[in-house]
């Protein structure tokens, strides 16, 4: 009887530790990059918006001071990437797609307006 229970909670353990580092994989991709403007100065504090196309959940960070950011535990899906920021015209990348555990680089320039 004790050597049951002991192989019952040890399949329990090994299915929980799998599913655990399944569910972290599923949300470990990233899109990061740097925020211009057209003469190639970075843009602080702009916001970079992505939205899942499939769920339409988004995240939303601002650029630092060096113009750069990073949108981390995204799942593997497709986005849209928009870009707002004082002085300039909004500009959205269509069908950024991301695979399990990848940090896509996405660089964007702004235009003035």
Do not use: C, H
């Amino acid at each position: 009887m004790n050597r049951q229970r002991v192989s019952v909670a040890f399949v329990l353990f090994l299915f929980i530790t799998f599913w655990s580092g399944v569910a972290r994989a599923q949300f470990s991709s990233a899109v990061e990059g740097t925020v211009t403007d057209p003469s190639g100065a970075v843009i602080p504090n702009a916001t970079v918006t992505a939205k899942d196309t499939a769920t339409g959940v988004t995240r939303t960070v601002q650029t630092a001071s060096a113009g750069n950011y990073r949108i981390s535990s995204l799942p593997a899906s497709t986005f849209d990437v928009t870009v707002t920021a004082s002085g300039f015209k909004t500009t959205m990348q269509e069908n950024i797609r991301t695979e399990v555990a990848q940090v896509r680089t996405l660089n964007i320039t702004l235009e003035l307006g």
